[in-house]
């Protein structure tokens, strides 16, 4: 990075709410806390690596039963497991569907991630001695109550479906 290129807001996720309360003041109302948001960014980041790596295999699939496929670098996860439904689905095969079906889930909570924004909500807490502060007190993605628990949850779905994908490639 050269000296011209600044990161405005430092090495970190930034609620677009903090760039708005940074951009026009005036209208800042309740402050989005970036750093109670911290963790989920972190596991958010690691749900899309983690299907990254699910979709390197499904590449690998594709590869294997059609060695004549172009292009499946530009494919994306679910582009990839459409082809190798299609590709299987001659093969009649049932003990690949739960695999499969794992492989979907991760996908769809990948793009959940992906998409939904990061709200954290806070309420004002009054000091006795006068003035007060904004408390985190709820996490939510999708505008539900979403958290760190959630999230783990999705990385440990991710971490199933990299585990599927590698089964199905070993037994194709």
Request: glycine share 6%; aromatic share 6%; net charge negative.
């Amino acid at each position: 990075m050269t000296e011209k290129e600044v990161l405005p807001f430092g090495e970190r996720a930034v609620s677009w709410l903090t760039v708005w309360d940074h951009l026009y003041p005036e209208g800042a109302d309740c402050p989005h806390d970036d750093a109670a948001a911290a963790e989920m960014h972190r596991l958010r980041g690691l749900v899309m690596v983690q299907n990254a790596e699910t979709e390197a295999v499904l590449g690998l699939i594709v590869k294997r039963l059609d060695p004549a496929a172009v292009g499946i670098e530009q494919r994306t996860a679910g582009q990839l497991l459409k082809d190798i439904r299609r590709l299987l689905s001659a093969r009649s095969d049932a003990r690949w569907d739960e695999n499969l079906r794992t492989v979907d889930r991760a996908i769809k909570r990948r793009n959940d991630a992906v998409h939904s924004s990061v709200e954290i909500g806070s309420s004002w807490a009054p000091y006795v001695t006068g003035g007060g502060e904004w408390v985190p007190v709820i996490s939510l993605m999708r505008g539900e109550e979403y958290n760190e628990i959630n999230l783990r949850a999705d990385l440990a779905l991710q971490q199933e479906a990299t585990i599927a994908a590698v089964r199905l490639w070993a037994s194709l």
